[in-house]
């Protein structure tokens, strides 16, 4: 029997864990070919690594994919996320043209597709992908408030 | 008599044309430490030579002093950019803590200051600079007027 491939949630899953074990905010992303189901690339926050205020999942992973394509634009890919993106992330997420979105928990303090500017929903956004929330919300969720509670204590 | 130093947003339209000669969409950004005026980054949109959706000149400059510095935040700093900044832009500034901003031109179809989400405006938001627009307003603007015009020629 063939092993069953690793889902890209769950990919994104792991990537926010790594990120955790390294002190950053626990979150993952995973850009994918739509048709193929390859993954293209894979990424956590990196910002205090990096050095990088930009270095958050989405952007580190659309930026990866579209230098291996050799593209700046990803029409054919989709990209999942476990948490709602944030402005930043959801205009470079329109700009790269990815086709759909899909995230874990919902981000009530940060995040720009369901809260906040909404920014899919703007006149002045030229590209909003299909976007479904709310995939494996509570383990998503979970990390991240682990993470920021350790930070508390 | 001392030379004098070249005005940050004189470097960004620097930038700017120096972009429309790499047939990028003439922007130019540069980051400077407030206090002593030190012109820590410079940059121009590079989203086709690098194949990076997020490769604007606001990200760019703002990604290059934050590694210079050898720090994910900036808030002892200002930005100047040539046409008023997208909402990954926007987003981007808010994160680094950018101190002021300053911009060119009015980007009514894709700003996110005075236009469509208005990022700096949202109870999400948790930076705002201090902004000040229309600065060169009217050759900021030009560079990108002339560009476009050419590419439909």
Redesign the interface.
Known sequence: MAAQATSPMELALGEAAAAAAAGEAPIGAVVVDAASGEVLAQAHNR??R??????HAE?LA??AA??G??????PDCDLYVTLEP???????IS??RIRRLYFGAYDT????VE?????FN?????HAPEVYGGIEEIRCGELLTEFFQGLRD
């Open positions: 910002t205090e990096d050095n990088d205020p930009s270095a952007l659309i930026r579209a230098a394509r050799g593209a700046p634009r990803l944030c402005a930043m992330c959801a205009a470079a700009f790269a303090k940060g995040g720009a809260h906040g500017p909404r920014f703007q006149a002045t956004c030229h």
